[in-house]
């Protein structure tokens, strides 16, 4: 069937913008539901059916599907060679191949077509709640902001884009009232399916719209430094918050409540524009139930509590005046405690608990409890941050833990096992070598011109103008002997360790002297010239301030 190619697409164009639809799953289920609707027309879902939509060349086609056989036994799925080859002449049908009876759109019969449009129904419901559920599944348990396209006594309909979601009466804050195009925060709850297709549940009145907004608005709550640990709510009325802090030095309902109340009131201002405001009780979460529950029943003062945890029920004592404020108008401030904390709670006046003996634990004793116990907290957390700034500190990183790095060593202290046998080996060597007769005039006479002198403290001369001057320039003159003595038993010593460090050895066997007799006694002339001349060269004019006459 021939079929206008414009109008088509104009419809897949509408479909796509409005629904979210792709042109290719509408196809897709015009094709099932065309699939299914003729087998049903055709008598079961048994029958083998084809279906083909070309939108280029502008038709579609449905055939119906029978198996050629030589002895018919279904007459929905077969048909004999001789029935194949009589309704068409031009083909050669043979056992085994396949016959295709065409059937003509035009003459579909008002059933199918009703058929048609229920399952395309169905098929569109079903691809915009896998849309819907692509595009929203990452904002359940979030706000989102649309604007109010229409308003009235049971609810509102909301825009949010693509498409629009409707809020009842029942999930709006009480007596809030919307003018159409305002923009408002919603909560979405849920993407559910119901006999209009998809839909998105919202609401403003559940207690995931006042977490959600206290996460939004307080900082601590949004990086995690506060948690909320339970939240009970009537919309419009009050509510109920429990916190608690990770961080020991942070006060968890100080944090939330702000300077001067400043970020609580911002998460009250968007709670509903009606005649009354909701009322929000920030509370402190205690590990300790009764104190949990004292602080639940806030802005009460309870004296004491009697609790039974296995029954999770508390009877708590309040002042005589303060009952009505412990119940709350309408019973909302009991009702909102026992939601928060999981107890039944029953209340009882002081008066009233003392005639009848009622045994309970005061807020003194409880609090003192509660205070000893985050003492060891406290105590035990720094105590794991200085063990684990210990580790830190002796741990290099990428090394496996209890790896020690290696001390320092002192190399100059250490001796070389090869450089010890060597030195042995030359010792022994020198020890056991014969010493020739000019060797030993010559190792005489170095003892002789080499005085050993001795390293003596430095002592402090105290210089004084009575010394005469000539036992001064005496002085002098022994002292420069004395260290130009020295300085020569130097550089000798300084030779001999070069040539011990040069490594040279000495074979066994007679010596030689390096120098003959007449040539040693030259060198010990020149030695002395040198020494005298450098006696000579003494200025003994930078002393004369020590003869100065006053």
Not at 227 to 233: F, G, Q, S, T
Not at 321 to 332: F, Q, T
Not at 374 to 399: C, D, F, H, W
């Amino acid at each position: 069937m021939a079929i206008n190619v414009s109008e088509i697409n104009a419809a897949l164009d509408q479909i796509e913008i409005s629904k979210g639809i792709s042109r290719e799953r509408v196809i897709e289920a015009l094709k099932e539901s065309m699939t299914k609707a003729y087998k049903k027309s055709l008598g079961g879902d048994d029958a083998l059916v084809e279906v083909n939509i070309d939108l280029e060349a502008g038709k579609i086609e449905m055939f119906q599907i029978k198996n050629v056989v030589e002895d018919v036994q279904d007459d929905l799925l077969e048909i004999s060679v001789e029935d194949a080859l009589e309704s068409d002449p031009k083909g050669k049908y043979k056992v085994g191949d396949v016959y295709k009876i065409p059937a003509d759109i035009t003459e579909l019969r008002k059933a199918m077509v009703i058929t048609i449009k229920n399952l395309m129904k169905q098929k569109f419901a079903e691809a915009e709640k896998e849309v819907l559920h692509e595009q929203f599944k990452d904002k359940i348990n979030t706000l989102i902001t649309g604007r109010v396209e229409q308003y009235d006594e049971r609810g509102a309909t909301i825009n949010i884009g693509r498409t629009s979601v409707y809020l009842p009466r029942k999930e709006m804050i009480k007596d809030e009232r919307f003018a159409i195009g305002e923009n408002i925060k919603l909560f979405v709850n849920d993407v559910a399916t119901g006999t209009k297709g998809a839909h998105i549940v919202v609401s403003r009145a559940s207690e995931g719209f006042l977490k959600a907004l206290m996460t939004e608005e307080i900082h601590d709550i949004y990086d995690g430094t506060i948690i909320i640990k339970a939240l009970a709510r009537e919309a419009g009325e009050r509510s109920k918050v429990s916190v608690y802090s990770n961080d020991l030095n942070v006060d968890p309902a100080g944090a939330c409540i702000g300077p001067n109340g400043s970020r609580i009131q911002k998460v009250v201002s968007q709670l509903g524009n009606g005649s009354s405001k909701e009322k929000i009780d920030i509370i402190t979460y205690k590990e300790n139930a009764g104190l949990y529950i004292m602080e639940a029943l806030k802005p009460a003062h309870v004296v004491g509590i009697a609790l039974d945890e296995e029954k999770k029920a508390a009877t708590v004592v309040v002042k005589d005046d303060s009952l009505s404020l412990a119940i709350g108008r309408k019973g909302v401030n009991a009702r909102l405690a026992v939601k928060l904390t999981g107890y039944n709670i029953d209340i009882k006046i002081e008066s009233q608990a003392l005639e009848e003996g009622l045994v309970f634990k005061t807020f003194e004793e409880l609090n003192s409890l509660d205070l000893e116990e985050r003492a060891k907290k406290i105590m035990e957390a720094q105590r794991e941050a200085l063990v684990y700034q210990n580790k830190q500190e002796t741990s290099l990183p990428g090394l496996p833990e209890g790896y020690v790095a290696p001390q320092a060593r002192n190399y100059e202290e250490e001796t070389n096992d090869f450089d010890a046998a060597l030195e042995e080996v030359a010792e022994k060597e020198e020890s056991e070598a014969p010493v020739t007769k000019e060797e030993v005039e010559v190792k005489v006479e170095e003892k002789e011109e080499t005085p050993v002198v001795e390293e003596k403290p430095v002592e402090t001369t105290t210089v004084k103008t009575t010394t005469t001057l000539e036992d001064l320039e005496k002085s002098l003159e022994d002292t420069s002997k004395n260290q130009k003595k020295s300085n020569n038993y130097k550089r000798k010593k300084k030779v001999e360790e070069e040539k011990e460090e040069s490594g040279i050895t000495h074979t066994e066997g007679p010596r030689m002297s390096i120098y003959t007799e007449e040539e040693l006694k030259e060198l010990e002339e020149e030695e002395n010239e040198v020494d005298e001349v450098e006696e000579d060269d003494v200025d003994y004019d930078e002393y004369d301030q020590y003869y100065d006459e006053d």
